[in-house]
């Protein structure tokens, strides 16, 4: 079962919170330029969180090319 809290063990660089909105909402924590990612329950949060990973490690593949 995902919960909260195993969420910030995965992914501790990232806050997680149910909004009023009943969404899930993350971010990572001290981000320049905010990073935020929401879900309909935590299972999907967990993957909008790996694909944004996902998304920033393929843009940093081309850097420096």
Do not use: N, Y
Not at 19 to 32: Q, S, T
């Amino acid at each position: 079962m995902i919960t909260v809290e195993s969420l910030a063990t995965e992914f501790p660089a990232w806050e997680a919170w149910q909004g009023i909105d009943r969404l899930w909402h993350a971010r990572i924590r001290g981000a320049v330029l905010p990073v935020m990612v929401h879900g309909e329950d935590l299972a999907d949060l967990r993957d909008q969180i790996r694909a944004c990973i996902g998304r920033q490690e393929e843009s940093w593949k081309g850097v420096g090319k």
